[in-house]
């Protein structure tokens, strides 16, 4: 079945590390973006990317990096700078263009920093 | 793109059609509304979208009014595993995904 993988599902880490998160799509689609989820809240867009080595910043991007290296992968690093790191994270895929708006999520990562 | 408002919480009946309102009141000719849907510690899952018509698939019916400044996203039979938060989005269609997910509705159906 096609979908988006994302890995771990949960992940602790203490402070002061860095920590990478997998997002992995089979379904050919172009664009890519990572959402951050806090409690009782909707969704930010962290980043997003819509073609292969491009990728531009989203509402809250500071302390997060991507890459975009090849079509079906967008992992993204949380780093040491980003203040208040514990959240969930949602990665998403779409096509490009007329149709884009309708995304295919992940199952979430739940990063708890420690 | 368009602000929507949407009430925080609703309660339905397991069996009954749950009625969920948005409004959009300074919604753009170009832009869409799209419904998505998010189950607890699960990616949101989208429903439905529409322009001007009403739209209907197999998971729910999208009733858009005609002046287009609210929409009413129609689950025909609430079941158990329809309790989620409903997302209320409206964004031009050509746009990327950018979408901006607000706190949407708690829909909790009870048996």
């Known amino acids: 079945d096609g979908g988006i993988t994302q890995s771990p599902k949960y992940l602790f880490r203490k402070e002061g590390q860095n920590v990478t998160l997998s997002c992995e799509q089979n379904?050919?689609?172009?664009?890519m973006y990572w959402y951050r989820q806090d409690p009782g809240q909707g969704l930010r867009l962290i980043y997003y990317?819509?073609?292969?080595?491009?990728?531009q910043k989203g509402d809250i991007a500071e302390g997060y990096s991507v890459s975009r290296e090849k079509k079906e992968s967008f992992p993204l690093t949380v780093t040491s700078a980003q203040k208040n790191p514990t959240a969930f994270y949602l990665c998403?895929?779409?096509?490009?263009?007329?149709?884009?708006?309708?995304?295919?999520f992940g199952a979430g990562s739940r990063l708890t920093v420690l | 793109d368009a602000k929507t408002t949407q009430p925080p919480s609703m309660d339905c009946a397991e069996g009954r059609a749950a009625n969920l309102p948005c409004n959009h009141s300074?919604?753009?000719?170009?832009?869409?509304v799209y419904w998505y849907r998010q189950i607890h510690s699960q990616g949101p899952q989208y429903i439905i979208h529409?322009?001007?018509n009403n739209e209907t698939n197999e998971m729910a019916s999208l009733i858009i009014t005609e002046d287009r400044k609210s929409s009413t996203l129609i689950l025909p039979h609430a079941t158990l595993r329809d309790t989620a938060v409903y997302y209320c989005?409206?964004?031009?269609?050509?746009?990327?995904?950018?979408?901006?997910f607000g706190a949407g509705t708690q829909v909790v159906v009870t048996p």
């Open positions: 998403a895929s779409s096509i490009r263009g007329n149709g884009a708006n309708v995304l295919t």
């Open positions: 379904l050919n689609h172009d664009a």
């Open positions: 990317s819509q073609i292969v080595n491009d990728f």
């Open positions: 300074t919604i753009s000719g170009n832009e869409y």
């Open positions: 529409g322009l001007k």
């Open positions: 989005i409206v964004r031009v269609s050509d746009s990327w995904g950018k979408l901006q």
